[in-house]
T-cell receptor
Framework: ELKVEQNPLFLSMQEGKNYTIYCNYSTTSDRLYWYRQDPGKSLESLFVLLSNGAVKQEGRLMASLDTKARLSTLHITAAVHDLSATYFC???????????FGTGTRLQVTL | SAVISQKPSRDICQRGTSLTIQCQVDSQVTMMFWYRQQPGQSLTLIATANQGSEATYESGFVIDKFPISRPNLTFSTLTVSNMSPEDSSIYLCSGGWGPGQPQHFGDGTRLSIL
């Protein structure tokens, strides 16, 4: 059974600081997705990573994928309050395009 | 990106009753999925809705409890049957266009069972 774990589960950080969220998964896959969820809202797609070494950046967020280590990272640069949300990674396996979601990381950026 | 609409957005139901949730996509989609998200938790896949055939259920979910229909490439329904308080959750549908594209999600249906 595929397991997808994120750490930390909760992150409180000050504006302007940098931090990294880690996503580890237990089986071979080269298709990984990052989503953002605001309280009471649905999921917003952030990044699609489809190969080993893939790196994507959007604003203050950068995601990378290391398929050999079965690890993806989401790096936050100079955090701002608007980034406060829950972030999920999700791994796609098999031909059915099913997603297995990570445990989620709740990010709180304080002023 | 695609717009995925779910109805109802929320409901409060009595124990033992059933509720059908509708999911409409504004364009044809290759795959549709149904997830459950309990408060403060991650998403768990319930099943893949297959167009014109029976849904494919994940371990721990059965057709009698969660019957799913997908009559065409843009619409699907999930029924939560014989509800109990343990079924209180958010139910989300998603549309997928293949591994190169992210799945897009509806706004979810918040279900409370009394």
């Amino acid at each position: 059974e595929l397991k997808v774990e994120q750490n930390p589960l909760f992150l409180s950080m000050q504006e302007g600081k940098n931090y990294t969220i880690y996503c580890n998964y237990s089986t071979t896959s080269d298709r990984l997705y990052w989503y953002r969820q605001d309280p009471g809202k649905s999921l917003e797609s952030l990044f699609v990573l489809l190969s080993n070494g893939a790196v994507k950046q959007e604003g203050r967020l950068m995601a990378s994928l290391d398929t050999k280590a079965r690890l993806s990272t989401l790096h936050i640069t100079a955090a701002v309050h608007d980034l406060s949300a829950t972030y999920f990674c999700a791994v796609m396996t098999g031909t059915a395009s099913k997603l297995t979601f990570g445990t989620g990381t709740r990010l709180q950026v304080t002023l | 990106s695609a717009v995925i609409s779910q109805k109802p957005s929320r409901d409060i139901c009595q124990r033992g009753t059933s509720l059908t949730i509708q999911c409409q996509v504004d364009s044809q989609v290759t795959m549709m999925f149904w997830y459950r998200q309990q408060p403060g938790q991650s998403l768990t896949l319930i099943a893949t809705a297959n167009q014109g055939s029976e849904a494919t259920y994940e371990s721990g979910f059965v057709i009698d409890k969660f019957p799913i229909s997908r009559p065409n490439l843009t619409f699907s329904t999930l029924t939560v049957s014989n509800m109990s308080p343990e079924d209180s959750s958010i139910y989300l549908c998603s549309g997928g266009w293949g591994p190169g594209q992210p799945q897009h999600f509806g706004d979810g249906t918040r279900l409370s069972i009394l």
